[in-house]
């Protein structure tokens, strides 16, 4: 499913580029000493025990707006080839045969920022506020994070390609043309409905509560968690349950190893600021990652080893069911 493999971002942050941006020759050195801090987290992420998944086994490009410059573990010279998409884009996808990390070179994010600001948003995927900094608090850090979480969904396509196909084959099935974006579904069916907006929202806080709560308490909150997840679910159609299961998971648990990374470069409390903050409700798909990341953190403190378990064909509610049987 090509168009899948296009969108499936995770920063996924895309607008047209051609006459905004110019070319710069050259990989800067801010860029080469990103994705050098970003290999030398290698070992910390190994910790994370996500099976075979590390990013010196991917390449990453670098997008300045005219050509990509690609690095990969090993290599000290970045080469130089086209550019894979005219667009400014952080994401992940296929590239003569191989998945890719496919990110703008960092110089590029402040033009980046004038444009969201523009326009009124920031856009990742198809349009809604996920982004974890605003202009100012975002960094260098924060740019070799954003690596680790595209070059886990290369570690996810990688494994499971076809499953995430047939998942999301009903979702585009539910759309009048090949056009519509299917953030219009999510609006539209799971988004104007005022119940399952309050579902969701306490969906969230009680997830927050068991993250807080004292060990012996956690399994209570859990449960209750479960049980507003499938009280929202019987308000949804088939569709729109499956769109929600992808994003929470795919896009959840990249968010939780983009977190993790920035958590072993910037320490605790500036983990805690950018991707613990107070939850704010928006339309969209944003809201998913920041719930599917919520879970993988809890499971961090309710089952060691859960990374060994994770699968995208029973999903992270499963994963929680079992912390509590």
């Known amino acids: 499913m090509k168009l ?24 800067s050195n801010v860029n080469r000493e990103i994705y050098r801090t970003a290999i030398s987290l290698d070992k910390d992420m190994q910790k994370l025990d996500f099976p075979g998944f590390s990013l010196a086994d ?22 130089k080839e086209d550019a894979v998409l005219d667009t400014f884009v952080g994401t992940s996808m296929e590239v003569d045969g191989e998945y890719q990390v496919l990110l703008p070179a960092y110089e590029k994010f402040s033009g980046m920022f004038d444009m969201l600001n523009a326009i009124g948003t920031v856009s990742q995927g198809a349009g809604d506020g996920t982004l974890s900094f605003t202009e100012d608090t975002y960094s260098e850090n924060a740019h070799a994070a954003v690596i680790w ?42 988004d104007e409905k005022p119940e399952a907006v309050n579902l969701f929202r ?41 769109m929600e299961f992808y994003f929470e998971n795919t896009e959840g648990s990249a968010m939780y190893v983009e977190g993790q990374a920035y958590r072993f470069l910037e320490g605790e409390k500036a983990w805690e600021e950018h991707y613990m903050g107070e939850f704010e409700y928006e339309n969209g798909r944003g809201k998913y990652y920041h719930l599917g990341m919520l879970k993988c953190v809890l499971l961090d403190e309710m089952m060691e080893g859960w990374q060994k378990k994770f699968d995208i064909n029973c999903g992270l509610d499963e994963l929680l069911q079992a912390c509590i049987s």
């Open 4 to 27: 899948l493999k296009i969108m499936y971002a995770a920063s996924g942050i895309i607008f047209a580029a051609d006459s905004i941006f110019t070319g710069e020759y050259g990989l």
């Open 58 to 79: 991917y390449k990453v490009r670098f997008y300045n707006g005219n050509c990509d410059y690609v690095v990969e573990a090993g290599q000290e010279k970045a080469k």
């Open 149 to 190: 979480h595209e070059a886990f969904h290369v570690w996810q396509m990688e494994k499971w390609e076809k499953e995430i196909d047939e998942l999301m084959e009903p979702v585009y099935a539910q759309r009048h043309d090949e056009t519509e974006d299917i953030e219009n579904i999510i609006v539209k069916e799971a």
């Open 202 to 242: 306490e969906e969230i806080g009680l997830l927050e509560k068991a993250y807080h709560a004292p060990d012996n308490e956690k399994k209570e909150w859990i449960k209750k968690v479960l049980e507003i997840s499938e009280k929202r679910k019987k308000l949804l159609s088939d569709s729109v349950s499956a």
